[in-house]
């Protein structure tokens, strides 16, 4: 049960990276 939440999370943390990376380059156009 922890794995399955754990993986879970990590796979959100990186969904937020990707998001996160994206506000960024957008910023740096405008």
Avoid: Y
């Amino acid at each position: 049960m922890g794995h399955k939440i754990v993986k879970k999370e990590t796979k959100m943390i990186r969904k937020n990276k990707k998001i996160l990376i994206k506000v960024k380059l957008i910023i740096k156009i405008i």
